[in-house]
């Protein structure tokens, strides 16, 4: 599967923004979905997972209550909403797929087969 991420930009502390994710094949709709993030000099992290149906998400501690991750498998897409958006959320962020196990949440990057681009998010204080 191919992966497009988009809807990243520059925006200021407080703000929202929300990221696409966008995917090829009609597999799109069996496969668990996820998004990591990394920063310069960071290591990538987990920052939300979604199952192949919606039924179950997973958030990162330090995103937890203002990231929300949905899916619109008629549109093979996955968004994530970002509210109240942090100078220490400026990363690149990425989205993933899994073929296995879709019904599961994982955040372990490992597990993910199919990896998008990024899409590049910039919060300034």
């Known amino acids: 599967v191919q992966l497009q991420a988009s809807g990243g930009g520059l925006v200021q502390a407080g703000d929202s923004l929300r990221l696409s994710c966008g995917g090829s094949?009609?597999?799109?709709?069996?496969?668990?979905m996820a998004w990591f993030r990394q920063a310069p000099g960071k290591e990538r992290e987990f920052v939300a997972a979604?199952?192949?149906?919606?039924?179950?998400?997973w958030y990162a501690d330090s995103v937890k209550g203002r990231f929300s991750v949905s899916r619109d498998n008629t549109k093979n897409t996955v968004s994530l909403q970002m509210n109240s958006l942090k100078p220490e959320d400026t990363a690149r962020y990425y989205c993933?797929?899994?073929?296995?196990?879709?019904?599961?949440?994982?955040?372990?990057?490992?597990?993910?087969?199919?990896w998008g681009q990024g899409t590049q998010v910039t919060v300034s204080s």
């Open positions: 993933a797929a899994r073929g296995d196990y879709p019904g599961t949440v994982v955040d372990d990057a490992s597990m993910y087969h199919w």
């Open positions: 094949g009609r597999a799109f709709s069996s496969y668990a």
């Open positions: 979604i199952s192949w149906n919606g039924g179950r998400t």
